[in-house]
């Protein structure tokens, strides 16, 4: 069993899975955009849920695509307001560039699916924050 990359669940998540016989059981959150490549196929669907311990012990990670304005300080707020809430930022690239604004993805730790809601409300309520939502793929 292993965790899409490129929807990142985390408990709370509502899930699928996705059996292949090459990769095993893929988790995906229901609105993975992954998901579409095996609409045709009804054989592969595994319907999942998280197990209560799950719920209550695991640890995961959301990839956060953001619109940043770009004036200086901004990248030092977006981090703070993440540490602020308990999160961890794992990692940061610089996605896109122009003259007023930035594109970046954060790949932050979590407890869960309300934790990362939570951290994305945090980051929204910042002026200097256009956009951003979870990378769902």
């Known amino acids: 069993i292993h965790f899409g990359q490129c929807c990142s669940p985390v408990p709370g998540d509502r899930i699928v899975g996705i059996l292949e016989p090459d990769k095993g059981l893929t988790v995906h959150t229901i609105d ?12 592969v669907w595994q319907d999942l849920q998280w197990t209560p311990q799950a719920e209550r012990s695991a640890v995961g990670s959301v990839k956060l695509h ?31 560039r122009q003259h007023d604004f930035y594109d970046v993805d954060i790949d932050v730790e979590v407890e869960d699916a309300r934790h990362a809601t939570m951290i994305i409300a945090a980051l929204r309520a910042n002026p200097y924050v256009d956009t951003v939502d979870r990378a769902r793929g």
């Not at 993975?32 to 009804?42: E, P, Y």
């Not at 200086?72 to 940061?92: M, P, Y």
């Open 32 to 43: 993975c955009q992954t998901l579409a490549d095996f609409a045709d196929d009804d054989s």
């Open 66 to 96: 953001a619109t940043l304005t770009n004036a200086r300080g901004v990248l030092g707020q977006v981090a703070s307001i993440i540490g602020e809430a308990g999160g961890n930022i794992l990692n940061l690239s610089m996605a896109h």
